[in-house]
C-alpha cells in the first residue's frame, strides 16, 4: 500500500514538472519570436559576450526564428510524452528519441563551452555570464532532467 502511495505521488509529482517545463519551453519560444520580429526588451544580456560590450556570436533573424521553432517542437513533443497532447503525424520512436535528444541538447547546453556559456565557463563577470550562472544554465539543467524523468 505505501509503496503504491509512494509511487502515485512520485507520477504526480513528474506529470507536474513536466506541465511546467513545457510551460516555459513555450514562453521561452514567445520570447525568442519577439525578439526576431523586432522586440529588443531583454535582449541585452541573452547574447554570449567577451566583455560586456564584446558580443561572441551575433545570431540573425532566422536563427532566432529557428531557436522559437525548436523550442515550440520541444515543448510539443514534452506534452506529448506527459500524454498532454497527441501528436499523430509522429512515430513514437520520434516521439520517445526525441524526448532524449532534447533532454541531452539541455545538458550539453548547462555544461557549456567551458568559455562563455554553461556552468563550466571561463568568463564569469559578463552581464550574460552572470545572467547563465543564475539562470539560464540552471534552467537548461532542470529541463533536461524532466525530460529524462518523463
Known amino acids: 500500500m505505501f509503496v503504491?502511495?509512494?509511487?502515485?505521488?512520485?507520477?504526480?509529482?513528474?506529470?507536474?514538472?513536466?506541465?511546467?517545463?513545457?510551460?516555459?519551453?513555450?514562453?521561452?519560444?514567445?520570447i525568442h519570436f519577439y525578439w526576431a520580429f523586432g522586440g529588443?526588451?531583454?535582449?541585452?544580456?541573452?547574447?554570449?559576450?567577451?566583455?560586456?560590450?564584446?558580443?561572441?556570436?551575433?545570431p540573425p533573424v532566422i536563427a532566432t526564428i529557428l531557436v522559437g521553432l525548436f523550442l515550440s517542437f520541444f515543448a510539443l513533443l514534452y506534452a506529448e510524452k506527459l500524454q498532454f497532447v497527441s501528436i499523430k503525424f509522429l512515430p513514437n520512436w520520434i516521439i520517445?528519441?526525441?524526448?532524449?535528444?532534447?533532454?541531452?541538447?539541455?545538458?550539453?547546453?548547462?555544461i557549456g563551452d567551458f568559455n562563455y556559456v554553461g556552468f563550466f565557463k571561463k568568463i564569469k563577470t559578463t552581464q550574460f555570464a552572470k545572467s547563465d550562472t543564475k539562470y539560464f544554465s540552471p534552467l537548461c539543467l532542470f529541463l533536461a532532467i524532466v525530460g529524462i524523468l518523463i
Open 40 to 58: 529588443k526588451r531583454g535582449v541585452g544580456g541573452v547574447i554570449p559576450t567577451k566583455t560586456n560590450e564584446d558580443k561572441v556570436i551575433k
Open 96 to 110: 520517445n528519441n526525441g524526448v532524449y535528444t532534447i533532454a541531452i541538447i539541455f545538458l550539453l547546453r548547462a
Open 4 to 30: 503504491v502511495l509512494l509511487l502515485q505521488t512520485y507520477l504526480i509529482m513528474i506529470y507536474f514538472l513536466g506541465v511546467i517545463s513545457v510551460l516555459i519551453l513555450f514562453f521561452i519560444s514567445v
